[in-house]
C-alpha cells in the first residue's frame, strides 16, 4: 500500500477527487521539502498542508515505526478560533476512516487537566498558537514533548509574518528544528505579494535548500472571481466628507440586502460596527433573531455561539470587522458587505473570501461607501484586483525585544547554551543579520541587566548552570543558561507574547454573563448611571471594581458606543498608487482623452466635474496644491494620495519647514487623498512655496527635521512602553493581580527616562526610534513620496472656497475640535456658507 492510499480512499468515499496542487503539496512534503502554498481562500489548502504528514503518520503506525503518544505534526494558526475549526476539519476524515490518531488543541482557553495531560501523553496532531507554543517551550519537558515531531504547518502565514508574532514563530520553528533537523515546514497562505521573502521568513534561511535555490512554492491556477458591486448614491453633492453618506444611507443598503442570502456585512472598526449593527436592528425589527454582532472585543462564547449560527444557517445577516476576516469554513455565506473602503487590496480579497467558500466560487462584494470619494477607491481596488495586485507583508528585522523574551523563555523551559542559541537564532530569517554585539547586549541584559538596572535582582534572570543540571558552573566551564528564580519563571509565562493591546475592561452584568471588555480608558469617562451602547445591547453603567464594569440592561436611550485605539486605517502603498492613477483616468476623462469607465466614476462625474471648475484633477505627473482664505485663516491643501499616514508624516514636516522661513501657529488636518495646513489670516503660502519648494521636499535631512516636527522623543516613548512589555522589562499582570493601564505607562515611561539619562545608546531605545519611524511614520513611503512630489509638475491653484477635495480635510479638523455645536451643524454651516457664494459667484 503506497503512503497516499488511506488518503486518497477517505477523498473517494467524500466523492472528492485531490486537485493537482494537493497531490504535490503531499508528494513534496513525503520527499522531505518543505515549502509555502498559496491557494485562494476556500480551495482546500488545510488538507493539502496535513494530509502528507497524515498519511506519513499512518504509514508508520502501520509499520510500528512511530509508537502512539507521540506528537508527531504541529499546526500553528493566529486565532484561537481558527483552532476549533482546523480541529474539526482534521478530525472529519480521521472519525470517517477509523485512523487511530488523536487531534489536541492548545491555548490559552486549554483546561490546565488538559493542558496536563497533553504533557503526558501527548496528541498525535497538535493545534496551537505562537503565544501557546512559546509557553510550551518554558517547559523544561520541552524536548522530549517535541522528540517525535516530524512536521509543522504555518496556517494563514501572511496574517502572522507581519508581525512580531511571525518574530516569535520563527524563533520557536528555529529552535525545533536543532532539536529535530528533518522537521518539514509548509506554510500556508491565501493574500500575500512577495511569495518567496513569506516562504524564508517560514523555513529560514537555506531550509532544504541548495545553494542559491529558491525555496519550494505551490500555487494553484483556481480561477476566484469576485464581483464587487457599489451601492451607488442617488445624488453626490460637491461636499463630500468622510461618514457623510454611512450611516444615512441605511435605508438603500436594506435595500440592497436580502433575509433570505446569508451575509457578512464587514465594517472597518468596532464602533463603526456597534453602530450599523444598533441601525440595522431599527431598521429590520423583523430580522431581530436572525442579526448579530461580531468583534473581538465581545466576549469568546457568544462569538463562538454567533459563528456556530452563522455556519447552521440560523442566521442570515452578521455586522463583523476583521475578527472574522480569516479562515472559519462559513459556507452558508453567499455574500459579503464592505462597509466604507477596506483601504488594502489583501484585505479586501481576504474578506471577499469568506462568501463562496469553496473551489470554483464567485465571491460576491457589495460595497457601501461612507463617503463619496471613496467611490474612486473601489473602482481603483477593482482594477487593481483584476490586474491580480495583492500588497507585500514585511517580516519585522532585528525585533530585541521578541528575541529578549525568547531567550528567557528558553531558560524557564530546557535552558540554552550561548553559542549553539546564537546559531540557532541567526537561522531566522528576521535574526540572519544579528552581530555577536547585539547578542552579547541581550545575554548581559538578561543575565545581569545591562549597565542601568543591575541592582534589582528581578532584571538579573538568568544564571549559569552546569549542563543538565541546575548547579551553578564553575569559572571558566561550559555552562547553560537557566531561569532558577521560580517567581520570575511564573511571571514570565503569564507575560509570554507580543501583542500589547491597551488594558482592557471586562464588561459583566451585575448578576450574570460576560458581556466582552472595552478600553480602560471609555470607562473611566462613565459615571453611574450613563447609559452606553455595547456588545448590541444597551446598557447602564452601575460601577467599576478591580477591573471590571458592573452593567445592567435599560430601555433609556444613548448614542454612546465605545471607541478603540487603532481602529484607524490608511492607504496601502499598492492601493495609493492605483488611486493615483484612477485620479490621472478622471482627470484624462475630463479633457475627453478617455472614458469614465466604472459606475463609480459615472456616479462621481458631477463632484469630479466641480472640482475641476474650481481647481483642477492632477494627472499622474502632477501635485496639486490649493490656497484660498477663510474667516478662519489662510489655507494650504496639498494632494500627494498617499494614505493618512504618509500625510500625517508630510503635514507636520511641512508645518515646520514652513513655520522655520515663517513663523506662526499652524494647524495641520490631514485623510488619506491629502492634507490641510491651517494658518493665521494673511500667511503668505504661495510667496513661501515659490522661494522654498525645495526646502521642502528635502530628504537629506529627512530624519532631524522629523524629530522636530513630529515630537519623536514623545512617539518613542510610547512606543518603548510596547517594547518594554514585549521584552519583559515590565510585566502586564502577575497571578493574583492586574496593573492598570496608567500603572504600565509610568513604569515603562520611568525606565525610558532612566536609560536615556543613564544609557542613551540603550538598543531597546533604538529599535523604538526605529519602530516609530519605520511603522509609525512609515519613513520609507515618506521619503518616496517627497522624492515623487519633487519629480512631478507642480499645479499651485489659487481657490475661492474649499472644493470637493479640500472640503473632507476642513471636516477631518473641525471632528476633532471642542465645540458646542455638533459636527454635523458645523459641517451644514459650511455647506450653506459654500452655496451661497457660489450662487453670488
Not at 63 to 73: C, K
Request: aromatic share 6%.
Amino acid at each position: 500500500m503506497t503512503p497516499l492510499a488511506p488518503i486518497e480512499a477517505w477523498f473517494s468515499h467524500q466523492g472528492w477527487t485531490p486537485m493537482a496542487f494537493q497531490r504535490e503539496c503531499w508528494q513534496a512534503y513525503l520527499e522531505g521539502e518543505s515549502g509555502l502554498l498559496q491557494v485562494p481562500t476556500g480551495s482546500g489548502k488545510t488538507y493539502a498542508a496535513v494530509m502528507g504528514p497524515i498519511a506519513e503518520l499512518l504509514a508508520e503506525r502501520r509499520s510500528a515505526a512511530q509508537a502512539p503518544g507521540r506528537l508527531h505534526l504541529l499546526v500553528i494558526t493566529p486565532l484561537r478560533a481558527l483552532s476549533r475549526d482546523l480541529a474539526l476539519a482534521i478530525e472529519e476524515p480521521i472519525q470517517a476512516m477509523g485512523w487511530p490518531l488523536r487531534v489536541g488543541i492548545r491555548n490559552g482557553d486549554t483546561s490546565s487537566h488538559e493542558r496536563t495531560k497533553q504533557l503526558r501523553t501527548p496528541p498525535e496532531i497538535l493545534i496551537t498558537t505562537p503565544e501557546s507554543l512559546s509557553v510550551l517551550l518554558a517547559n523544561p519537558k520541552a524536548p522530549q514533548l517535541f522528540a517525535g515531531l516530524q512536521a509543522v504547518v504555518l496556517d494563514e502565514w501572511h496574517e502572522l509574518m507581519g508581525s512580531k508574532r511571525g518574530n516569535q514563530c520563527e524563533l520557536c520553528l528555529s529552535w525545533l528544528r536543532r532539536l529535530r533537523p528533518g522537521l518539514r515546514t509548509w506554510a500556508i497562505s491565501a493574500t500575500i505579494g512577495n511569495l518567496e521573502e513569506a516562504a524564508h521568513a517560514a523555513l529560514g534561511p537555506g531550509l532544504g535548500l541548495c545553494a542559491n535555490a529558491s525555496p519550494r512554492i505551490i500555487t494553484a491556477a483556481l480561477q476566484r472571481d469576485t464581483a464587487i458591486r457599489s451601492l451607488l448614491p442617488e445624488t453626490i453633492d460637491g461636499f463630500p466628507w468622510g461618514g457623510h453618506l454611512g450611516l444615512r444611507m441605511y435605508e438603500r443598503l436594506v435595500a440592497g440586502l436580502d433575509p433570505a442570502v446569508s451575509t457578512l456585512l464587514f465594517t472597518n472598526t468596532r464602533n463603526q460596527a456597534e453602530r450599523w449593527h444598533q441601525c440595522l436592528r431599527f431598521a429590520c425589527p423583523e430580522m431581530e433573531d436572525a442579526l448579530a454582532l461580531h468583534h473581538s472585543a465581545i466576549d469568546r462564547s457568544e462569538r463562538e455561539a454567533i459563528e456556530a449560527r452563522v455556519k447552521s444557517g440560523a442566521l442570515r445577516w452578521v455586522v463583523c470587522t476583521s475578527s472574522l476576516d480569516l479562515g472559519v469554513d462559513f459556507q452558508p455565506v453567499e455574500r459579503v458587505v464592505q462597509i466604507g473602503s477596506a483601504k488594502n487590496l489583501a484585505r479586501l480579497l481576504q474578506r471577499a473570501g469568506r462568501s463562496a467558500h469553496c473551489p470554483g466560487g464567485t465571491s460576491q462584494v457589495l460595497f457601501m461607501p461612507t463617503n463619496a470619494l471613496e467611490l474612486l477607491e473601489v473602482s481603483a481596488m477593482r482594477r487593481g484586483l483584476s490586474e491580480g495586485l495583492v500588497e507585500h507583508r514585511r517580516p519585522p528585522l532585528l525585533p530585541l525585544d521578541v528575541l529578549l523574551q525568547h531567550l528567557t523563555t528558553l531558560a524557564c523551559g530546557p535552558g540554552f547554551e550561548p553559542a549553539a542559541e546564537l546559531a540557532t537564532v541567526r537561522r531566522c530569517w528576521s535574526f540572519r543579520s544579528l552581530s555577536d554585539a547585539h547578542w552579547q547586549w541581550c545575554l548581559q541584559m538578561l543575565e545581569h541587566g545591562g549597565a542601568c538596572l543591575g541592582a534589582y535582582p528581578r532584571y538579573r534572570k538568568l544564571v549559569r548552570c552546569e549542563p543538565g543540571s541546575d548547579e551553578p558552573s564553575a569559572e571558566g566551564a561550559p555552562y547553560r543558561y537557566r531561569v532558577l528564580d521560580k517567581a520570575i519563571a511564573r511571571l514570565h509565562r503569564f507575560n509570554i507574547g507580543t501583542i500589547t493591546a491597551d488594558r482592557a475592561v471586562t464588561v459583566r452584568f451585575v448578576r450574570g454573563a460576560v458581556l466582552g471588555h472595552v478600553e480602560e480608558a471609555f470607562i473611566s469617562r462613565l459615571k453611574p448611571g450613563d447609559v452606553f451602547f455595547f456588545a448590541g445591547r444597551q446598557l447602564e453603567f452601575v460601577r467599576l471594581r478591580e477591573m471590571t464594569a458592573q452593567v445592567k440592561a435599560t430601555t433609556r436611550k444613548s448614542s454612546t458606543v465605545p471607541a478603540w485605539a487603532g481602529g484607524q486605517m490608511a492607504l496601502s502603498d499598492l492601493l495609493s498608487q492605483q488611486l493615483r492613477d484612477e485620479v490621472d483616468r478622471c482627470a484624462r476623462a475630463l479633457a475627453d482623452e478617455v472614458e469614465l469607465d466604472s459606475p463609480e466614476l459615472q456616479a462621481l462625474e458631477p463632484l469630479l466635474q466641480r472640482q475641476a471648475d474650481l481647481s483642477c484633477l492632477p494627472k499622474a505627473d502632477q501635485l496639486l496644491l490649493e490656497v484660498c482664505r477663510s474667516r478662519e485663516g489662510s489655507h494650504l491643501f496639498v494632494y500627494p494620495f498617499e494614505g493618512r499616514f504618509v500625510h500625517e508624516g508630510l503635514g507636520f514636516l511641512w508645518a515646520w519647514r514652513l513655520a522655520r522661513h515663517r513663523a506662526s501657529t499652524i494647524t495641520v488636518s490631514v485623510n488619506d487623498y491629502g492634507f490641510e495646513l491651517l494658518a493665521p489670516k494673511g500667511y503668505p503660502f504661495e510667496e513661501l512655496i515659490e522661494l522654498h519648494g525645495d526646502a521642502l521636499l528635502d530628504v537629506e535631512h529627512l530624519d532631524a527635521d522629523l524629530e522636530q516636527a513630529v515630537n519623536l522623543s514623545e512617539l518613542c516613548r510610547r512606543r518603548f512602553r510596547a517594547i518594554a512589555q514585549v521584552s519583559g522589562l515590565i510585566s502586564q499582570s502577575m497571578p493574583g493581580q492586574n496593573k492598570t493601564g496608567g500603572q504600565l505607562q509610568i513604569s515603562a515611561a520611568l525606565l525610558f527616562d532612566v536609560f536615556r539619562k543613564h544609557e542613551p545608546d540603550h538598543l531597546l531605545l533604538e529599535q523604538a526610534r526605529r519602530e516609530v519611524l519605520e511603522e509609525q511614520l512609515e519613513r520609507h513611503r515618506l521619503q518616496a513620496a517627497l522624492e515623487r512630489m519633487a519629480s512631478s509638475q507642480w499645479r499651485l491653484e489659487r481657490i475661492p472656497r474649499p472644493g470637493p477635495l479640500a472640503f473632507p480635510l476642513l471636516v477631518e479638523r473641525l471632528n476633532n475640535r471642542l465645540s458646542n455645536e455638533s459636527l454635523l451643524e458645523r459641517v451644514q454651516r459650511l455647506i450653506s456658507e459654500a452655496q451661497r457664494a457660489e450662487a453670488l459667484g
